[in-house]
């Protein structure tokens, strides 16, 4: 009998009573597929499973969860040793499901299982940020960053990606800009920023497409500033006419430096970094990902 590649599947907790996922589960063991499950209670999790999974010698370990989930699992993968590093396979279980999303991942928790098992793996980039921290899809800084940090788990969970929105109105009072300068090749800017994005992938916060441009694997970071003073004016000259908005700064590099005069705060996929200065590097092929031959974040 034909003996299938290993595979391991960590499981967000919040995510881990789901019968339709259960259900996938047992149709793959029944098709002879080996799949061991393994559920995160508190951070660090899971990086005990990835380092599981490269002793075990699995083929593959599936992220279940939203992008914190496939954050923490990509940047443990991108830390264990070429030879020993199984692919990652992605399977939507969060709230706003950003990179999953935009990477095209089935909705459908059997086929993105089956996707996740059986794809084809490609070598994507990773985005390093000063000396431990990682993103795979986005950096974003300034009121997104505020909202996005500070939206209650029940808002998240009744609304879903529009929360972050909701809650971004409801707060609009301590929505202010982030004075800061920004480095990169042949890009240079300082001012006041009231939203910046740093794309790998395109888009974060639910939804929001902040790097309509990014590629996964061309070692370039997109970056998107939106200026100003005054937050109204600019969100709706942003909405209303994206292509030609003065309130919008495009650039793109393998790196950029970011430096403030005061505290400002990065979400990394949903995980917030503190500082006054960012350090952020492309580390090209630095994972495998198994994605769907039409993902349109592939150059």
Same mark, same amino acid.
Request: include cysteine; proline fraction near 5%.
């Given at each position: 009998?034909?003996?299938?590649?290993?595979?391991?599947?960590?499981?967000?907790?919040?995510?881990?009573?789901?019968?339709?996922?259960?259900?996938?589960?047992?149709?793959?063991?029944?098709?002879?597929? #080996?799949?061991? /499950? +393994?559920?995160?209670?508190?951070?660090?999790?899971?990086?005990?499973y990835v380092e599981e999974a490269s002793r075990i010698g699995a083929a593959t370990v599936v992220a279940g969860g939203g992008d914190g989930t496939i954050n923490e699992v990509a940047t443990a993968l991108a830390k264990l040793a070429p030879e020993n590093r199984p692919v990652l396979g992605i399977l939507p279980l969060g709230t706003a499901n950003d990179f999953a999303t935009s990477v095209g991942i089935p909705q459908e928790l059997d086929k993105a299982l089956q996707l996740a098992i059986v794809g084809k793996g490609v070598a994507i980039d990773l985005v390093q940020v000063n000396e431990s921290s990682f993103f795979i899809n986005m950096a974003t800084g300034g009121f997104g960053t505020r909202i996005t940090t500070e939206t209650p788990e029940k808002l998240k969970a009744a609304l879903g990606g529009i929360a972050y929105f909701v809650h971004g109105l409801i707060r609009?009072?301590?929505?202010?800009?982030? #004075?800061?300068? /920004? +480095?990169g090749e042949g890009f240079e800017w300082q001012g006041d920023a009231l939203v910046i994005g740093i794309g790998n992938g395109r888009q974060a916060g639910g939804g929001q497409e902040l790097c309509p441009q990014a590629l996964i694997n061309d070692g370039l970071l997109e970056l998107r500033i939106f200026t100003g003073e005054e937050l109204l004016p600019a969100i709706f000259n942003t909405l209303t006419r994206p292509?030609?908005?003065?309130?919008?700064?495009?650039?793109?590099?393998?790196?950029?430096?970011?430096?403030?005069?005061?505290?400002i705060t990065f979400n990394l996929d949903g995980e917030p970094l503190t500082g006054q200065k960012f350090r952020i590097d492309v580390r090209t092929n630095a994972l495998s990902c198994r994605l769907p031959p039409n993902c349109p974040l592939l150059g």
């Open positions: 009998m034909e003996q299938f590649p290993v595979t391991l599947v960590i499981l967000n907790g919040k995510g881990a009573e789901n019968d339709t996922l259960r259900s996938a589960v047992e149709v793959l063991r029944g098709e002879g597929y #080996t799949l061991h /499950i +393994r559920v995160t209670w508190e951070k660090g999790d899971a990086v005990r609009m009072d301590t929505l202010k800009p982030d #004075t800061c300068e /920004i +480095r292509d030609d908005s003065p309130n919008i700064i495009d650039g793109r590099s393998s790196w950029f430096e970011i430096t403030a005069p005061h505290d």
